[in-house]
T-cell receptor, first 117, second 109 residues
Framework: EAGVAQSPRYKIIEKRQSVAFWCNPISGHATLYWYQQILGQGPKLLIQFQNNGVVDDSQLPKDRFSAERLKGVDSTLKIQPAKLEDSAVYLC???????????????FGPGTRLTVT | RKEVEQDPGPFNVPEGATVAFNCTYSNSASQSFFWYRQDCRKEPKLLMSVYSSGNEDGRFTAQLNRASQYISLLIRDSKLSDSATYLCVSERSSYKLIFGSGTRLLVRP
């Protein structure tokens, strides 16, 4: 079974530039998550989709971050304009319907390592 | 105060040792708890769930104490391959996971 795919794996941009990340979840997974992991910290949820609807975006900095999940499959996360403090690994995860999986089990992609200079 | 707090370590132990990690959580409404493992520069992966009755999986034992709001992970007979960061995780409603900052374990030969 193919895992969660993310691209690009690495990205270096200057502050005030824009950047976009792409995620393809495991086939059949209805729920998709975007996390930000700053060095030395645990992942922090930015946004959660159930199919193509937003379940939770309370920690998404909406003045600069946006995300969409068209057709309930792939998703993109965009930052515009980027700040130095956005340097982090951006992880995408997906999970099955609650009744069909181990509670709490989310499958993570390899992440995109963003450096803002 | 962070919702899930862990000792960052590192815990440096010899092969074969027993090591225990604790974490505390502040949100009494948290419903479920888990330990995830994250290898260096890799993505997190679910290690095991944590139940009040205790949960054992081979050399790993997890325990939840709701009264004191802490979670523990015990690793027996440590292997070199156990070297990683262990993330304590609580789950709120709607499958929202709250991650601690992780405890780093180094197992030396």
């Amino acid at each position: 079974e193919a895992g969660v795919a993310q691209s690009p794996r690495y990205k270096i941009i200057e502050k005030r530039q824009s950047v976009a990340f792409w995620c393809n979840p495991i086939s059949g997974h209805a729920t998709l998550y975007w996390y930000q992991q700053i060095l030395g910290q645990g992942p922090k949820l930015l946004i959660q989709f159930q199919n193509n609807g937003v379940v939770d975006d309370s920690q998404l900095p909406k003045d600069r971050f946006s995300a969409e999940r068209l057709k309930g499959v792939d998703s993109t996360l965009k930052i515009q304009p980027a700040k130095l403090e956005d340097s982090a690994v951006y992880l995408c995860a997906s999970s099955l319907d609650r009744t069909a999986t181990i509670p709490g089990e989310q499958y993570f992609g390899p992440g995109t390592r963003l450096t803002v200079t | 105060r962070k919702e899930v707090e862990q000792d960052p370590g590192p815990f440096n132990v010899p092969e074969g040792a027993t090591v225990a990690f604790n974490c505390t959580y502040s949100n009494s409404a948290s419903q479920s708890f888990f330990w995830y493992r994250q290898d260096c520069r890799k993505e997190p992966k679910l290690l095991m769930s944590v139940y009040s009755s205790g949960n054992e999986d081979g050399r790993f034992t997890a325990q939840l104490n709701r009264a004191s709001q802490y979670i523990s992970l015990l690793i027996r007979d440590s292997k070199l391959s156990d070297s990683a960061t262990y993330l304590c995780v609580s789950e709120r409603s709607s499958y929202k996971l709250i991650f601690g900052s992780g405890t780093r374990l180094l197992v030396r030969p």
